[in-house]
């Protein structure tokens, strides 16, 4: 199935074109749900393919078209609301079990091996504990959290 596609890599070069996802039992509309590390994206202009890895993209827009609209703005309704700094968050680790507790809101928790899970039970035995995402079945955040005991440890 191919898809229209915008790449801005982290150099600045944009690449337009058409990536042809390997899942042919799609939908025709739907987007892929993950990426591969190395992508090759077939020109609009109809120029010769071009493969990038994955990790030198910026990112990866799937458009409805390649004319876009330069005066358009994004819609952003919480840019006058302060930034919550720790999530409430769900966790089901591969085994099954399931635990509750509290992340730090920032990037770490994206590109990471592993995050700070802060139990809310704030008199159990267990100060912190590092969570391998890969341990993880999922990961649900439940709420935001302002900043609740002095105990709470950050950095």
Same mark, same amino acid.
């Given at each position: 199935?191919?898809?229209?596609?915008?790449?801005?890599?982290?150099?600045s070069?944009?690449l337009? @074109?058409?990536?042809?996802? *390997?899942?042919?039992?799609?939908? =025709?509309?739907?987007?892929p749900?993950?990426l591969p590390i190395?992508?090759?994206?077939e =020109?609009?202009? @109809?120029? =010769?393919?071009?493969?990038?890895?994955?990790? *030198?993209?910026?990112?990866?827009?799937f458009?409805?078209?390649f004319?876009g609209?330069p005066?358009?703005? *994004?819609?952003?309704f919480?840019?006058?609301?302060s930034?919550?700094?720790?999530?409430?968050?769900?966790?089901? &680790?591969q085994? +099954?079990e399931?635990m509750? +507790?509290?992340v730090?809101?920032d990037?770490d928790l994206?590109?990471?091996n592993?995050?700070?899970?802060?139990?809310? *039970?704030e008199l159990?035995?267990n100060?912190?504990? &590092?969570?391998?995402? @890969?341990?993880?079945?999922?990961?649900?955040?439940? +709420?935001?959290?302002?900043?609740?005991?002095?105990?709470?440890?950050?950095?």
């Open positions: 199935m191919l898809h229209n596609v915008v790449v801005h890599l982290k150099n070069t944009i337009r @074109g058409h990536y042809r996802a *390997d899942d042919s039992s799609i939908q =025709p509309s739907a987007i749900s993950d190395s992508m090759t994206i =020109p609009e202009n @109809g120029s =010769p393919a071009v493969t990038f890895n994955l990790e *030198d993209a910026k990112a990866v827009f458009v409805h078209s004319t609209s005066s358009q703005q *994004d819609v952003r919480f840019d006058s609301l930034i919550h700094p720790y999530l409430w968050v769900r966790v089901t &680790f085994d +099954g399931i509750e +507790g509290r730090s809101n990037i994206l590109i990471k592993a995050f700070r899970l802060f139990p809310v *039970d159990t035995n100060r912190c504990l &590092f969570l391998p995402k @890969g341990s993880l079945r999922s990961f649900q955040i439940i +709420g935001l959290l302002e900043e609740q005991s002095s105990q709470l440890e950050v950095a």
